[in-house]
């Protein structure tokens, strides 16, 4: 019987330990990413998506991250809750991603951060805006979007300038209408404008003839409207309808105004609109040439244009963890949890950098990004 010596098989073992080794640092990184593909929120959700792919494909053509590529791995959290955990379980349990992004709506985002608890895998947060989301002692959550209290103080300045003197509400039933009415409102007043009705829609509604008939009675100036943009479409199309003398904002960003100007017309012009991003005039943002860059790849892809303004969030998004993953030197989750604390990320929406909030000890991440109000005038976007 032929018998190798000791040294060929110790040999033959380091090679192979190397060849795994080898294997192993060719494997892409995974990123784990909950978006409402389908669903009440669909338009917005795909939109971030695609912009995620952008950043994706941007950092692989530069060499990826730690020598190896990344790979977005997309779940569509159906505009649902339920969904939504389901997502985040197949993501960290079969998907082993050390790091997530999603998910989009407020109601989405707390439903999916008891799993982030349990399982020790921070989520970059892009769009909700619930106060509780960095408020409830959730350490492994990461958000880039403003909080609807950000939101509301950034708009306080310009409330003498439009001359509001009383102001009524038509908010989403969910934690992303509700909490923004309640921003909006408190704001509102401390600056002596008189609150007057505050009705709310089903996330899945398609009919708000009773909500505009009271508003309307009510005799306000100026109506708050906070809801995705398939809502503020037919909102602005039956307000029109019911000739509504109101001045409509909308607040949250998710009100893609160019979509708007394709889908609901004239009954657009005259409405304004608070979004993080303005893509019609990219030399107003801090970071203009990554701006005008990311214009003109999501123009070159062919996406719907009226998306800019939610595609962005995935942009930044994935830009972050990648700078995270580089700056942690491992794809693990709590190295990553640890450096997304000290990352500094030139953003489409202006530098990136996370303050602490929540209880001691456990304290979750909030970026401070900035606002911006755009009016629709004559079919097209114009600044304030």
């Known amino acids: 019987m032929n018998r190798k010596p000791f040294g060929a098989f110790a040999a033959a073992a380091a090679v192979a330990a190397l060849l795994a080794g080898a294997a192993a640092a060719q494997e892409p990184i995974k990123i784990g990413v909950s978006q409402p593909l389908t669903g009440a929120f669909a338009a917005s959700g795909n ?30 959290n159906k505009s649902n809750p339920t969904e939504a955990v389901a997502t985040a379980e197949k993501l960290i349990s079969k998907d082993k991603v050390p790091v997530m992004m999603g998910a989009w709506s407020s109601t989405l985002t707390l439903a999916v951060m008891p799993k982030l608890m349990e399982y020790g895998v921070p989520m970059l947060v892009e769009t909700s805006s619930s106060g509780k989301i960095t408020t409830s002692g959730n350490p492994w959550i990461f958000r880039i979007s403003p909080t609807s209290e950000m939101e509301a103080r950034a708009f306080g300045p310009l409330v003498k300038k439009l001359g509001i003197k009383q102001a009524d509400f038509l908010s989403t039933n969910n934690d992303f209408g509700l909490g923004a009415a309640q921003a909006f409102s408190e704001m509102l007043k401390a600056h002596g404008v008189k609150i007057g009705v505050m009705e709310t829609m089903d996330p899945k509604a398609t009919d708000f003839s009773a909500q505009l008939a009271k508003i309307k009675a009510s005799g306000a100036d100026t109506v708050f409207v906070t809801t995705a943009v398939e809502q503020i479409t037919l909102i602005l199309k039956q307000a029109k309808e019911q000739q509504l003398k109101a001045r409509i904002i909308t607040t949250g960003g998710s009100n893609s105004p160019d979509q708007l100007i394709q889908q609901a017309g004239d009954a657009a012009n005259g409405s304004m609109h608070l979004v993080f991003f303005t893509p019609w005039f990219p030399e107003a943002v801090k970071n203009p040439a990554l701006a005008k860059k990311f214009v003109a790849e999501w123009n070159a892809r062919k996406h719907n244009v009226g998306g800019l303004t939610e595609g962005f969030r995935g942009w930044d998004g994935v830009m ?50 900035s606002v911006y109000l755009v009016t629709i005038q004559n079919g097209k976007v114009t600044k304030n």
Request: aromatic share 4%.
């Open 320 to 369: 972050t963890i990648a700078a995270a993953i580089k700056a942690a030197g491992k794809a693990e989750p709590a190295a990553i949890q640890k450096a997304l604390w000290n990352v500094k990320v030139h953003g489409i929406n202006g530098d990136i950098a996370f303050i602490k909030q929540g209880p001691a000890g456990k304290e979750s991440a909030q970026n401070v990004p």
């Open 47 to 76: 939109y971030v998506a695609q912009g995620a792919q952008i950043a994706a494909d941007e950092i692989n053509a530069a060499g990826g991250v730690l020598g190896r590529k990344i790979q977005l791995v997309i779940e569509d």
